[in-house]
């Protein structure tokens, strides 16, 4: 069961009205990596966790706080268009060939669509899509996906405060670099004990006569230069064994060749 609470999560009141700010602002809204992407990754995660009451517990703790985050963005959003409509900017741009170019980046969706709103859409106005999420049981293999997707937002974030002066927007944006780092420091924790119970390596449960055990623990180097050879070399894997290097590796199978297709399929057949 959720409630909502009409107060704000945090602050999300701009010094001005800015268009432009306004679209800039949906990508953390609703793109890949914005808080909608989140939410609902967290949700879904949460929800489908089976016997791991502590994970699932986590996940729901701050899924919900993510429902309040996009709520905040939406909020600015809308602030942000408030006395800004596409009249007002059209008008200006008549006036001032330097604001024209300002202007030039609005999203008219925002005039035109939602009515000074924001959107469930990323800064180009391209749908969020549940495309963007990852839920798929494996609780550890979850974990690291939201190591980072919260790594994305942040640094998206941080791009965003570059991008403005104004000290009501790099309010909320520094509350979301916080909850941003602290959300990355948890699942971190949440990892390294799944990692000390299931080891290093998505799945844990895989058998090793599964495996072509002499390829695994080796680097091959496909591509000119020897630049990564530094990363492997006479080094031990996390999972205790050693790794090896391989240059300019040979193909491990003969070239194919393929039978010809049934004459009722009408493809090219082969040269004889």
């Known amino acids: ?37 989140v939410m609902n990754m967290y949700l879904f995660q949460g929800w489908n966790a089976r016997g791991n009451e502590k994970y699932k517990d986590l996940l729901l703790d701050t899924a919900t706080e993510e429902i309040g985050h996009v709520e905040m963005i939406a909020t600015m959003i809308a602030q942000l268009l408030d006395k800004a409509p596409l009249s007002a900017q059209e008008e200006a ?5 330097a604001i024209a170019a300002v202007m030039g980046g609005m999203n008219p969706q925002h005039a035109i669509v939602t009515g000074l709103g924001a959107a469930p859409r990323d800064s180009n106005g391209n749908p969020w899509t549940s495309n ?7 609780i550890l293999a979850d974990m690291r996906m939201n190591v980072t997707a919260e790594s994305q937002g942040r ?15 790099r309010d ?4 979301l670099l916080a909850r941003d780092k602290q959300h990355q420091l ?8 799944l990692e000390a119970k299931e080891g290093i390596v998505v799945p844990g449960t895989v058998p090793e006569k ?19 050879k ?13 790794f090896k290097y391989i240059k300019n590796p040979e193909a491990m199978a003969d070239k194919p060749v393929l039978k010809a297709p049934p004459a009722q399929l009408h493809s090219t057949p082969p040269e004889k």
């Not at 741009?93 to 060939?97: I, K, Q, Y």
């Open 1 to 37: 069961m959720f409630t909502h609470k009409k107060e704000l999560q945090y602050h999300a009141t701009p010094e001005r009205p800015d268009a432009l700010m306004a679209r800039r602002l949906q990508e953390i809204l609703g793109g890949q990596w914005g808080e909608m992407s």
């Open 93 to 97: 741009v008549e006036s001032d060939p």
């Open 132 to 138: 963007y999420i990852v839920s798929s049981g494996n």
């Open 155 to 169: 640094l998206q974030v941080a791009r965003l405060y570059e991008m403005t002066e104004d000290k009501g927007i």
């Open 172 to 175: 909320m944006l520094g509350f």
């Open 186 to 193: 948890q699942w971190i924790e949440a990892i390294k004990e």
């Open 210 to 228: 599964y495996e072509v055990s002499d390829v695994t623990h080796t680097l091959y180097n496909f591509s000119e230069g020897e630049d990564s």
């Open 230 to 242: 530094p990363v492997v070399d006479g080094k031990e894997a996390a999972d205790g064994n050693d």
